[in-house]
Each structure stands twice: as structure tokens, then as C-alpha cells.
């Protein structure tokens, strides 16, 4: 199953206990669940029901359910009640998911079923336009809309570092500094209004002021945040966006896919995930990015809209975004290269009260379900693959090495051919200790694949037979890099323990590099 499927259980997880604490009929929990997840209950178990309702905390059941033909999984309940997906095992060393979708109508009929949180709306439109840098050209372009009931000061929001940010980075920021509130986001994809001939914070200011009038605002342009995916250097075609506006706001709905699919790129398919936690409140979250991924304090472009009331505000979220961006988006890479345009945003309508500790851990988790997402969903990706590290010296040394064995075009070249070549792992390894003055840690270094080892003792460990398993184990691992849906989760697994002792540790996701990836930038503009 895709993440979406698993987001649909997560969402709609909720105890499952009768009310003398007795299991409740699976029907009546997945009623139970799906009123808790603001969606209609079925006729007939979905797929990701069914698998959220079949498991109990921490063990697995293998075995056949409505829509695929074979599936494992995974799912650990909290102290805190939150029912944690089965994608989550993406992150942990050791656990592979086993699970499969058939086929893209499958996928897309579950994501389409996810509500949006009390207090949101969100609506696209289509339009189409001539860039003023190329003549003789039409290209379309998506205008996406989220909408708030009413405005929120309570939100939070994360930025990329690059010292080149687009104009809707600026402005972003600046809404942030005036701590204003919020009631609209505005997202075009096509073109990222990067430092674009004029003046690109005028034209995103432009944008904000025509979805305020259209939508009513008492708080103008300053009440909508700007956000641009596309190509760098391109001008936004202004007026043909401020005329696609009404339409955006027609469409406004309570249902996510439509944003979800709106705000693509070079995505294959759109990308969302929820969780209901204690007391009601739920967080949703949606995604876009494919390529230039490797964020710094941010991510491509992600929106987290929650219905949550917190005691802390938005000094709480804050705190709470950045180091959940930490644990998730800032632990994956694609090609190694940061965008300009990184944004995550996190708004709440504030309409169910919430206890931090459950936000903040349903929080991190859905961060970590949407950056899974996001690595398997990349350019040309036909392997995911997750390196662990442990021993170093702290978190932060661990987290450099597990992005520079991602990052490495060899490594990622052998693992995309399902070619076990084990020295361009244990060579990247070398390189980054020696760089960073750490030689010392290459003593008594163990670099696994698959839960194979195959160096230790400052020796390959290798033989025939292992070869062959190697090989295997990518091979299991891969997927069509062109489909327009998620067919399974597995990953390609990468141990390292450093030889110093430490308790530094870090998992990192990536992908390799195929023909393909290079096909897609190749030809990116033309």
C-alpha cells in the first residue's frame, strides 16, 4: 500500500474498545473511526482500515485484505493514543513494510477520501500563460488556494536556508517577523519567482492582494502567505493568476486531494497523510517535491493544517515545527541540492483543545510519513534507500555521514543497477571520516547492507553466496520509477556502526541516481 492508504488508518485511529473495554465489532470501530476522521463509514472494510483495526500495539499479522494480494505491516500504538502508520517503519533500522498497491485508481480512491480539519477549505484552479522569457510558448500553470474560517494567529512556519531564497521566501519571512495572522495560503506551481527581471516580491505581494479581495479579508495581502514551486529565474504571469482567483475560490472544499494535486511538479502523485489525536483534534498534512531535495530547516513545500487549540500558541508551534522538521525533512536528501523556495507551514483554526505532548508527537510523525513520502516520490527514484548510523560522536556527526552516503553519486549509481558494489559505500565512509578529523572512528567500523555484513574488523566480508543475497536484497527493493503511484514501501538497508563507541545516531532516507533522474532535469524547461 501507498502512504496514503496508510495515512487514511492513521487518521482514523482511535481506541477500538467497546464501552465496558471490550474490543468493539470491527464495524462498529471502523463507524467509530471514520465519524473521529470526518469521513463516511463504509459499507466495506478499505484497505487501510482494515489494517489499522487488525493490528494490536507493536506486532505484526500477515495475511490477505480486501485489495491486495500480499501485505505485512507494522503499527505501534503510543502512550498517547496515536495509532503510528506503517509507513513509519521507513525510519526504523531493522523493519522493512511489505505491503503493495495495484494500481494508481487504487491509490488515488483512498487519498481522495481524506478530510481536512474543522476550520479549512482549500480550492485550485487551472490557467494558462506565456512565459515573458521564452516566445511562442503556452504552458499551464495551477493556482491553489487554503482557506481558514476565520483568521488564525496561531501558526508557524520554517524556511530554506539558501542564501538565493525565491520572493515568496522573503515575503513568508516577513509575515512571520510581523506576527500577523493568517487566513490564506496561495501556491502556484510552474514558476518558483526567483529573483525574476522586476520585482518578484511585488508581484507574489500582487498576487496576496487579489486572493484578499476575492476572499473577503479584513487583513489585505498581510492575512495570505505566498508560496512558488517551478522554474528559477521565470516572472509570475500576474494577471493571468489574479484571474484564475475566482475561479480557485469556487472550488473551495473540506477534501485535500485537490490541493494535494494542485501544487505538483515533476510529482507522479500527490502526496498527504493525518493524524487524530487524543480528545479529537487532527492534524493533516500535504506535500509536494520530487527534485532539489535535500532541505535545510525546511522542505520543498509542505502545509500542516491542524484544528488543535494550544496552551503555548505560536511560540509553542514554532518550537514544535522546527524540531519535528528536524527529526523528518531535514533527514532526507534526493540529489543533494536545496531550493530556494523551501516552505513548511503549520496553521491551526484552533477549535479543539490539546495537550503539547500529543501534538507535538503526532506531529513528528506526520512529518516523518510525508518525508518518506517525498523520497520515494522522487525524480527517478527506483529505490529508497535508508541509512543508519550509529556510534559517532553525537547526533549531528551521525546525521553528516548518513547524508553523505545518500548523496554519493557512486553508492547511489551501484544501489539504482541493484549492483551490491560494497566498496563505494565503505569508500564514502572513509572519505567523510578523514574530511572531518575523525579517522580514529574507521577503527572497529561495521557497515552492513541488508542486515548483511560486509566489513568489519578492517576487512570485507564477502563470499559468492553473499553477493547473490546482496543483490537480492536491492532487487526486492525496487521500484518503477515512473508510475503514478507508490506499489510498495520497502527500502534499501544501510548500517553503519562507527568504530569510537559514541552515542551519536541518525537515520537518513535518500535515493539513488538513475537515467531517468537525469532525463527529467535534462529537459526540465524545454
Not at 483512498?110 to 478530510?115: F, G, I, P, R, V
Not at 495551477?142 to 515568496?168: H, K, Q, Y
Not at 495572522?181 to 518578484?200: E, H, M
Not at 500576474?238 to 494535486?261: G, H, N, R, T, Y
Request: hydrophobic share 40%; proline share 5%; net charge neutral.
Amino acid at each position: 500500500l501507498g502512504p496514503a492508504f496508510v495515512g487514511l488508518g492513521s487518521q482514523a485511529a482511535l481506541a477500538g474498545r467497546g464501552s465496558q473495554g471490550s474490543p468493539a465489532h470491527p464495524q462498529e470501530q471502523v463507524a467509530r473511526r471514520c465519524r473521529a476522521a470526518g469521513i463516511s463509514a463504509p459499507s466495506a472494510f478499505p484497505v487501510a482500515l482494515s489494517f489499522a483495526i487488525g493490528l494490536s500495539a507493536g506486532r505484526p499479522r500477515r495475511g490477505k485484505v480486501q485489495g491486495c494480494s500480499r501485505w505485512r505491516g507494522l503499527a505501534m500504538a503510543s502512550p498517547m493514543g496515536i495509532l503510528r502508520r506503517a509507513v513509519a517503519t521507513a525510519w526504523q533500522p531493522g523493519v522493512q513494510d511489505t505491503r503493495e498497491c495495484g494500481s494508481e485508481e487504487e491509490f488515488s480512491q483512498q487519498l481522495a477520501d481524506l478530510m481536512l480539519p474543522q476550520g479549512f477549505r482549500v480550492g485550485a484552479a487551472g490557467l494558462k500563460f506565456s512565459p515573458a522569457e521564452i516566445t511562442g510558448k503556452v504552458l499551464p500553470m495551477n493556482l491553489n488556494l487554503i482557506c481558514l474560517d476565520r483568521p488564525t494567529e496561531d501558526w508557524a512556519a520554517v524556511f530554506t536556508r539558501n542564501a538565493m531564497p525565491g520572493a515568496p521566501v522573503i515575503v513568508g519571512r516577513r509575515r512571520l517577523a510581523e506576527g500577523k495572522p493568517l487566513q490564506a495560503v496561495v501556491v502556484n506551481n510552474k514558476i518558483s519567482n526567483v529573483f525574476p527581471a522586476g520585482d518578484g516580491v511585488a508581484a507574489s505581494e500582487e498576487v496576496c492582494e487579489g486572493v484578499a479581495k476575492a476572499l473577503g479579508l479584513e487583513g489585505g495581502n498581510s492575512a495570505v502567505l505566498p508560496c512558488s514551486t517551478g522554474v528559477i529565474g521565470w516572472r509570475l504571469p500576474v494577471a493571468e493568476m489574479i484571474a484564475a482567483i475566482p475561479a480557485a475560490k469556487d472550488s473551495l472544499e473540506e477534501k485535500a486531494f485537490p490541493f494535494a494535486k494542485g501544487i505538483m511538479t515533476t510529482d507522479r502523485y500527490p502526496k498527504a497523510s493525518s493524524v487524530t489525536l487524543p480528545g479529537g483534534a487532527r492534524i493533516v498534512g500535504v506535500c509536494k517535491g520530487a527534485g532539489m531535495i535535500e532541505p535545510n530547516m525546511a522542505t520543498m513545500l509542505c502545509y500542516l493544517m491542524t484544528d488543535a487549540k494550544l496552551e503555548g500558541g505560536r511560540e509553542a508551534m514554532q518550537k514544535m515545527l522546527r524540531e519535528a522538521v528536524n527529526g523528518s525533512f531535514n533527514a532526507i536528501s534526493v540529489d543533494g541540492d536545496e531550493s530556494t523556495s523551501d516552505t513548511t507551514v503549520l496553521l491551526s483554526s484552533s477549535l479543539e483543545p490539546c495537550e503539547e505532548a500529543a501534538f507535538a508527537a503526532g506531529l513528528q510523525e506526520l512529518t516523518k510519513d510525508l518525508a518518506a513520502q517525498l523520497v520515494r516520490n522522487g525524480e527517478g527514484t527506483q529505490h529508497v534507500i535508508r541509512v543508519s548510523v550509529t556510534g559517532a560522536e553525537d547526533d549531528a556527526e551521525a546525521l553528516h555521514l548518513g547524508r553523505a552516503i545518500v548523496n554519493g553519486p557512486l553508492f547511489k549509481c551501484a544501489v539504482a543497477g541493484n549492483d551490491p558494489n560494497v566498496g563505494r559505500l565503505v569508500g564514502k565512509v572513509g572519505q567523510v571520516l578523514g574530511a572531518t578529523g575523525k579517522a580514529h572512528l574507521a577503527e572497529g567500523c561495521v557497515c552492513s547492507i541488508g542486515g548483511e555484513t560486509i566489513f568489519e574488523g578492517g576487512k570485507f566480508m564477502l563470499d559468492a553466496e553473499k553477493e547473490k543475497r546482496l543483490s537480492a536484497h536491492l532487487q526486492s527493493a525496487e521500484q518503477d520509477c515512473e508510475a503514478k503511484f507508490p506499489s510498495h514501501n520497502r527500502v534499501v538497508e544501510v548500517g553503519v556502526v562507527l568504530g569510537g563507541g559514541g552515542s551519536g545516531s541518525a537515520v537518513v532516507l535518500g535515493s539513488d541516481f538513475t537515467k531517468e533522474y537525469v532525463a527529467i532535469n535534462a529537459d526540465y524547461r524545454s
